[in-house]
């Protein structure tokens, strides 16, 4: 239980904190050995439910004016959740069979780190309302690369939003946006196979992850808009540059 609540803040706060979610829920099991149902792509995937409802929560009133009073950036940001959809739909076994390792987030951690950096040089002016179609195309491929474990699906689509001109707080919350449908969907396909398997779950640790997931998911949340609005991202890639080290060094360790 103990575990679980641990991994539940791990991932409210790493889900929208630049840093890559998906990298400490698999680096914290084998760091420390744990195993068992919190060392799983489903136990993962219930937490990620913490974090959406987070973003329902916190953005709520933004969908609503997005359905009834901007049309056009609602299909856009539709339109660029199609590439990550996709590529988890096609890619996800090769995911969870060949890319779940250490080394491959230690090197996502580093690659990506450095695209923020230099993402932070391009010019930020554009506000969410001047949003393109090749705009939300960009961002939406972006996104889609988050499926790597260690890319982190906020670091890569902040990055695009930048390149592409948006100021960091508009860039932070069209990734918000965008990521919600996705999370949703991620959720509803491995809860739907959570509930059809043979396996016994045990729902108290899932509910205690939930829950966590969604407080610090929240906080997180609002830490990261406030942030962006006076601070670079480089805070964030000097941390991950750290995490690399020390997964490189755990590697060789436990070699």
């Given at each position: ?37 919190i ?17 329902i ?13 901007k049309?056009r ?8 959740s ?12 090769i ?11 230690s090197?996502m ?47 890569i ?5 930048l ?10 919350r069209?990734?918000?946006?965008l990521s ?20 016994n ?31 670079p991202?480089n805070?964030?890639v ?18």
């Amino acid at each position: 239980m103990l575990e679980a609540i641990i991994l539940g803040i791990v991932q409210g706060l790493t889900e929208f904190l630049p840093i890559s979610s998906t990298a400490h829920l698999i680096l914290f099991p084998w760091f420390f050995n744990w195993r068992g149902e919190i060392n799983t792509l489903t136990f993962d995937v219930a937490l990620h439910a913490g974090t959406l409802l987070a973003l329902i929560l916190f953005f709520w009133r933004d969908w609503l004016e997005l359905i009834f009073k901007k049309q056009r950036l609602f299909g856009l940001i539709v339109l660029a959740s199609i590439p990550a959809g996709v590529a988890g739909f096609l890619l996800n076994d090769i995911v969870e069979n060949n890319l779940r390792k250490p080394l491959v987030i230690s090197i996502m951690l580093i690659a990506v780190g450095i695209l923020m950096l230099v993402a932070e040089r391009a010019n930020k002016h554009k506000g969410l309302e001047k949003t393109g179609l090749k705009d939300s195309l960009i961002i939406g491929i972006a996104q889609a690369i988050a499926i790597i474990p260690g890319v982190s699906r906020s670091g890569i689509t902040i990055s695009a939003g930048l390149f592409r001109g948006f100021e960091r707080e508009a860039s932070a919350r069209f990734s918000f946006l965008l990521s919600t449908p996705l999370i949703a969907g991620a959720t509803a396909l491995h809860l739907k196979e959570a509930l059809i398997s043979q396996t016994n779950h045990d729902f108290r640790l899932f509910f205690a992850g939930i829950i966590t997931s969604f407080i610090t998911g929240f906080i997180a949340i609002k830490f990261l808009l406030k942030f962006l609005k006076k601070n670079p991202l480089n805070l964030f890639v000097y941390y991950r540059f750290v995490l690399s080290a020390v997964i490189i060094a755990g590697i060789w360790l436990k070699g």
